[in-house]
């Protein structure tokens, strides 16, 4: 079998226990420093230093999600064959096809500081995009093998 | 394309859970080739007609749509 670059099975829980705990983190910081989101906005006050406290929070809660959602998307099926290869490439394709409609469109109808926004939602758009088109397709066909299961 | 692997397989009375075990993919994938949904690769094809012991043009062939 072809070396297929994907992480193992199991990593896809770690993937989920680093997104679901960047909430609580995330919340939490966000009570003590209401204002924290300041601090790496280079254009407010006392914000711009690259590394103050809040960026480097705001970097480790970014890549927390991140490397979540990698490893998510990532992980291998528990039978990884040849179908699950195409449905994989086929949900990566519409990923793209969606993420780049939407930056074209950002492009058009927005300007100034709202294309960062954009550029910051096209960091985990992909992924996430991705990871519900092929978790619903996969559910798609485990379902209807499963009625034909019962039908025959 | 089409095949029977359906039929072959209540000949020799195995599951698509068997059939799958064998040629090494899910039982969803059995499941989507018999009901035309996806066409497999040659090494599958060529795996699945061993298991039933016959050549592979045996057990798929084309159909008209194929050849437009």
Same mark, same amino acid.
């Given at each position: *079998?072809?070396?297929?670059?994907? &992480?193992?099975?199991? $990593?896809?829980?770690?993937?989920?226990?680093?997104?679901?705990?960047?909430?609580?983190?995330?919340?939490? =910081?966000?009570?003590?420093?209401?204002?924290?989101?300041?601090?790496?906005?280079?254009?407010?006050?006392?914000?711009?230093?690259? &590394? $103050?406290?809040?960026?480097?929070?705001?970097?480790?809660?970014?890549? *927390?999600?991140?490397?979540?959602? &990698?490893?998510?998307? %990532? $992980?291998?099926?528990?039978?990884?064959?040849?179908?699950?290869?195409?449905?994989?490439?086929?949900?990566?394709? =519409? !990923?793209?096809?969606?993420?780049?409609?939407?930056?074209? &469109?950002?492009?058009?109808?927005?300007?100034?500081?709202?294309?960062?926004?954009?550029? *910051?939602?096209?960091? =985990?758009?992909?992924?996430?995009?991705?990871?519900?088109?092929?978790? =619903?397709?996969?559910?798609?066909?485990?379902?209807?093998?499963? $009625?034909?299961?019962?039908?025959? | *394309?089409?095949?029977?692997?359906?039929?072959?397989?209540?000949?020799?009375?195995?599951?698509?859970?068997?059939? !799958?075990?064998?040629?090494?993919? @899910?039982?969803?994938?059995?499941? @989507?080739?018999?009901?035309?949904?996806?066409?497999? @690769?040659?090494?599958? !094809?060529?795996?699945? !007609?061993?298991?039933?012991?016959?050549?592979?043009?045996?057990? %798929?062939?084309?159909?008209? @749509?194929?050849?437009?």
């Amino acid at each position: *079998m072809r070396t297929n670059y994907l &992480f193992p099975f199991n $990593s896809r829980y770690v993937g989920i226990g680093l997104v679901l705990l960047h909430v609580p983190i995330k919340l939490l =910081w966000d009570s003590l420093y209401p204002k924290g989101d300041d601090y790496h906005d280079p254009t407010a006050e006392n914000g711009g230093f690259l &590394f $103050s406290t809040p960026h480097l929070f705001f970097i480790g809660t970014t890549l *927390m999600v991140l490397v979540g959602l &990698f490893l998510i998307a %990532f $992980s291998k099926e528990k039978i990884e064959d040849e179908q699950i290869v195409q449905l994989r490439l086929d949900s990566l394709r =519409w !990923a793209i096809y969606l993420n780049y409609v939407i930056l074209l &469109f950002s492009l058009v109808f927005t300007h100034g500081g709202e294309s960062n926004h954009i550029l *910051m939602l096209n960091i =985990w758009l992909p992924l996430l995009f991705f990871i519900l088109r092929f978790q =619903w397709v996969l559910y798609k066909q485990k379902r209807s093998a499963k $009625s034909d299961e019962t039908r025959l | *394309m089409k095949n029977t692997i359906r039929i072959e397989r209540a000949v020799k009375n195995i599951t698509q859970a068997d059939l !799958a075990e064998q040629v090494g993919v @899910s039982r969803q994938t059995i499941n @989507s080739i018999e009901s035309n949904k996806y066409i497999p @690769s040659t090494v599958l !094809a060529l795996k699945i !007609a061993r298991v039933f012991e016959k050549g592979v043009e045996e057990i %798929f062939s084309l159909e008209d @749509s194929d050849l437009h």
